[in-house]
Nanobody, 120 residues
């Protein structure tokens, strides 16, 4: 019954910035971790960044130093601040929440995605 909804995507020039938001219908505190993923046409979906409920973050090498993932439990919202954008960042960006159901067992919740296009 948990729903995630991304917003903030759009068209931006190389070197510009965007902030993506992911609003949850319920408390995001219930997620063991949350993350941002992206998928370009003809490519497999790839992990961009993750954040645990305790605040520990992890980033793909391609975005380190440029992107920042954060969460606001009071607002039930996940964010992705994207700076110094490059054309290769162009993709549909998805928000995911992972909920632990038991040892090695998770339930994943996905948003519908938001398009980010970076022009050169």
């Amino acid at each position: 019954q948990v729903q995630l909804a991304e917003s903030g995507g759009g068209l931006v020039q190389a070197g510009g910035s965007l902030r993506l938001s992911c609003a949850a219908s319920g408390s995001i505190f219930s997620f063991n971790y949350m993350g941002w993923y992206r998928q370009a046409p003809g490519k497999e979906r790839e992990l961009v960044a993750t954040i645990r409920s305790g605040g520990i973050t992890n980033y793909a090498d391609s975005v380190k130093g440029r992107f920042t993932i954060s969460r606001d439990d009071a607002k039930n919202t996940l964010y992705l601040q994207m700076n110094s954008l490059k054309p290769e960042d162009t993709a549909v960006y998805y928000c995911k929440g992972a909920m632990a159901r038991g040892p090695l067992r998770f339930t994943d919740y996905w948003g519908q995605g938001t398009q980010v296009t970076v022009s050169s």
